[in-house]
C-alpha cells in the first residue's frame, strides 16, 4: 500500500525536488545537506507522509516558508550542492517515501544525502531507481 493517494504524488515529488534546487540556488553559502537532513525529519514531511492537503499542495516557495516558520529552522553556513543533484534528492525522497509508505525520517536516516552524491549518476531513472534501491 502506498503512503497516500496518487493524485498528491506527481505534484509533492515535483514541489520537493524544487524547493531542494531552490535552496541549493538561492543560498550558495549555505549548507544544502543540512537543510534535507533537518527537512527529512520534520514536522513540515511528516505531515506530507500523512497526507495532509493544505501542504501536500504547496509550491516549493510556499513549502520553504511553512518549513522555516513551523520548524524555526534557520540555514547553515556551508557549501552548497550544485546541479541538479538536490532537485533529484528531493524527488528521489518524495518517490520513495511515497512508493513503501515509510516515514520519511527513517528513510533519510537509512538512504542518507551522501549515498545520493555518490550513487546519482547511476540512477536517474526515478522509478526504477526507488526499485533498486529497494525496501530498507
Do not use: C
Not at 9 to 35: I, R, S
Amino acid at each position: 500500500m502506498r503512503a497516500y493517494s496518487d493524485v498528491y504524488l506527481g505534484d509533492v515529488v515535483e514541489n520537493q525536488g524544487k524547493l531542494f534546487d531552490y535552496v541549493a540556488n538561492t543560498y550558495p553559502d549555505k549548507d544544502t545537506e543540512d537543510f534535507i537532513n533537518a527537512y527529512m525529519t520534520s514536522k513540515t514531511r511528516q505531515s506530507i507522509d500523512q497526507a495532509k492537503a493544505y501542504v501536500n499542495t504547496m509550491d516549493a516557495k510556499e513549502l520553504w516558508e511553512y518549513f522555516k516558520e513551523t520548524e524555526h529552522y534557520s540555514l547553515k553556513q556551508g557549501k552548497a550542492m550544485e546541479g541538479f543533484i538536490p532537485n533529484w534528492i528531493g524527488e528521489f525522497y518524495a518517490y520513495y517515501q511515497w512508493y513503501y509508505n515509510i516515514p520519511s525520517a527513517e528513510v533519510n536516516q537509512k538512504v542518507n544525502v551522501d549515498f545520493f552524491k555518490k550513487a546519482y549518476y547511476g540512477l536517474h531513472d526515478l522509478d526504477l531507481a526507488v526499485q533498486k534501491v529497494g525496501e530498507i
